[in-house]
């Protein structure tokens, strides 16, 4: 099955802990993003990635950091994460030329304390 | 930059209930348009779009026509469902540079009740 996958889907932490939140595609996809989305903001574009070690900013980069070491993973990382970062992020993939045609991953739900 | 525009709701509706969300965008030429729609503790899905002017996208008995006169794009269904309560997100692409994605709206909450 074509999927997004993201883990955790629920965490809850303390400020200035380094997290990783874990994306997954099995679709081949060379294009990858990550978006948070916040009550009355909709989804705020953080991160995209246009293939294997390319990656770019987004709307909302600050505070976070991604790579992308293989095709499959886009891992997003909060170095010390603060209580302004406490949202719902969601992981999606895409293939070239459909950039319209986004897949997108269940959701995890952060919250920083 | 680009934007989108769209009421937020929660928009309440009884069931067979005919169904109007609207979205309105800023943007620069006529871009593609979409909707996107989250159910309940899932990831977006995009629902339909339209890639030029005058187009109308339709899929799962929902319906959009893209009217550049208007800047408009508004989202439609004849009789709605329960199963229709979710989250919608009207989204055009990012624009400029090397940018990727979407821009989406803020979301409109339709609740429907049996």
């Known amino acids: 099955e074509a999927q997004v996958t993201q883990n955790p889907r629920y965490l809850i932490t303390v400020t200035g802990k380094k997290l990783t939140v874990t994306c997954s595609q099995n679709?081949?996809?060379?294009?990858m993003s990550w978006y948070r989305q916040d009550p009355g903001l909709g989804l705020r574009q953080i991160y995209y990635?246009?293939?294997?070690?390319?990656?770019d900013k987004g709307d909302v980069p600050e505070g976070y950091k991604v790579s992308r070491k293989e095709k499959r993973n886009f891992p997003l990382i909060l170095e010390s994460p603060s209580p302004n970062q406490t949202s719902l992020y969601f992981c999606?993939?895409?293939?070239?030329?459909?950039?319209?045609?986004?897949?997108f991953g269940p959701g995890t739900r952060l919250t920083v304390t | 930059g680009d934007s989108v525009t769209q009421m937020e709701g929660p928009v309440t509706l009884s069931e067979e209930a005919f169904l109007t969300i609207n979205c309105t965008y800023t943007?620069?030429?006529?871009?593609?348009l979409f909707w996107y729609v989250q159910y309940p503790g899932e990831g977006l899905q995009l629902l339909l779009k339209?890639?030029?002017?005058?187009d109308k996208g339709s899929n799962k008995g929902f319906e959009a026509t893209y009217r550049k006169e208007t800047t408009s794009f508004h989202l439609e269904k004849g009789s709605v469902q329960v199963s229709d309560s979710a989250v919608y997100f009207c989204?055009?692409?990012?624009?400029?540079?090397?940018?990727?994605?979407?821009?989406f709206g803020k979301g409109t909450h339709l609740i429907i009740q049996p």
């Open positions: 999606a993939s895409r293939p070239t030329g459909r950039f319209y045609e986004q897949y």
């Open positions: 679709m081949n996809h060379e294009y």
């Open positions: 990635s246009m293939n294997v070690e390319v990656t």
């Open positions: 943007a620069t030429g006529y871009p593609s």
């Open positions: 339209a890639t030029k002017a005058d």
């Open positions: 989204a055009l692409p990012h624009s400029g540079g090397g940018a990727d994605g979407l821009t």
